[in-house]
């Protein structure tokens, strides 16, 4: 789903309910495993990355305010400032 959409499904959850920081889900990467439920692979029909809370900067000023930090949750772990509306997975987390 977009950025936007995360964001709105995420409070839909309920109170504390969001789209983790950049730095949480390099956590969530890192414990994949042991967590389980994420896409692991990319290819044509299936995308591995997750939207951070997190706004990317963009030096062009016809992108400002337009990206938003996504990680991948395959092979190289890299994060990337993507489109907030192109579609992304979502994984909540919870504020205590």
Same mark, same amino acid.
């Given at each position: 789903?977009?950025?936007?959409? *995360?964001? *709105?499904?995420?409070?839909?959850?309920?109170?504390?309910?969001?789209?983790?920081?950049?730095?949480?889900?390099?956590?969530?990467?890192?414990?994949?495993?042991?967590?389980?439920?994420?896409?692991?692979?990319?290819?044509?029909?299936?995308?591995?990355?997750?939207?951070?809370?997190?706004? *990317?900067?963009?030096?062009?000023?016809?992108?400002?305010?337009?990206?938003?930090?996504?990680?991948?949750?395959?092979?190289?772990?890299?994060?990337?400032?993507?489109?907030?509306?192109?579609?992304?997975?979502?994984? *909540?987390?919870?504020?205590?």
């Amino acid at each position: 789903m977009t950025w936007e959409d *995360a964001k *709105a499904e995420c409070a839909k959850l309920g109170d504390g309910w969001r789209l983790p920081t950049k730095d949480e889900l390099d956590i969530l990467y890192r414990n994949r495993q042991t967590i389980g439920g994420f896409k692991l692979i990319s290819n044509a029909r299936s995308n591995s990355k997750y939207w951070s809370s997190d706004e *990317a900067p963009d030096d062009h000023p016809w992108l400002q305010g337009k990206l938003a930090w996504s990680q991948a949750f395959f092979r190289d772990n890299f994060h990337v400032g993507d489109l907030k509306t192109w579609p992304n997975n979502v994984r *909540a987390v919870r504020s205590f």
